[in-house]
């Protein structure tokens, strides 16, 4: 069965202060590795699509990256805008469906 | 251009009750999810519409959870004889075909059974 785990639970940070967010995961035959963002009352959005171990991806002030065992979001700089929950999510083997870790809630203070 | 549309955005039902929720996937996308989200359980997949294929109904907690897809475009999720613990936001996505496509998310309905 596919596993997804996130971490930390919850995160503050003050304006300006870097850090990282984990995303372990267990699966056989991974077919895509994404994060997404998900402000209070909203869907997720989309973020980035990770295949293979050593890929990075960046967007402003996010990079993702992954190895064989986890992914991690590097949040460099965070503003109060960047303030959400963090979505990682695997689709792996057959199926399309996706399978998602419990997320990580990131408060940045201003 | 337009994203993935879901109604209603709030449902109010009484237990027993069955309540249909609609999905509209973006333009173009052949595949189409269904997601529960609830406080206790994070995000659930519940069934997966791909084209003219039978769907992937794996995720269905219980015979009484049921969708369909008309036409390869609108998907309804139908819950019959609502009990409280389906209480939760249920959430439609769509993607381009094959794996790896990334899915983008509508905004979700918001079910409270009381």
């Known amino acids: 069965e596919d596993q997804v785990t996130q971490s930390p639970e919850a995160l503050r940070l003050q304006e300006g202060e870097s850090s990282s967010l984990n995303c372990s995961y267990t699966v056989s035959g991974l077919r895509g590795l994404f994060w997404y963002r998900q402000d209070p009352g909203k869907g997720p959005e989309f973020l980035f699509t990770?295949?293979?171990a050593g890929e990075e991806k960046e967007k402003e002030r996010l990079k993702a990256t992954l190895t064989k065992k986890e992914s991690f979001l590097h949040i460099t700089a965070p503003k109060p805008e960047d303030s959400a929950t963090y979505l990682c999510?695997?689709?792996?083997?057959?199926?399309?469906?996706?399978?998602f870790g419990g997320g990580t809630r990131l408060m940045v203070k201003p | 251009g337009a994203g993935v549309s879901q109604s209603p955005s709030n449902k109010v039902t009484e237990k027993g009750k069955d309540v249909e929720l609609r999905c509209d996937p973006i333009s173009g996308h052949t595949a189409l999810y269904w997601y529960r989200q609830s406080l206790g359980q994070g995000l659930e997949f519940l069934i997966y519409f791909q084209g003219n294929s039978a769907p992937d109904k794996s995720g269905l907690p219980s015979d009484r959870f049921s969708a369909e897809r008309t036409g390869g475009s609108v998907s309804t999720l139908t819950i019959q004889r609502t009990q409280q613990e389906d209480s939760a936001v249920y959430l439609c996505?769509?993607?381009?075909?094959?794996?790896?496509?990334?899915?983008?998310f509508g905004p979700g309905t918001r079910l409270t059974v009381l």
């Open positions: 990770l295949y293979s």
């Open positions: 996505a769509s993607s381009l075909p094959g794996g790896g496509r990334e899915q983008f």
């Open positions: 999510a695997v689709q792996a083997g057959a199926g399309n469906m996706l399978t």
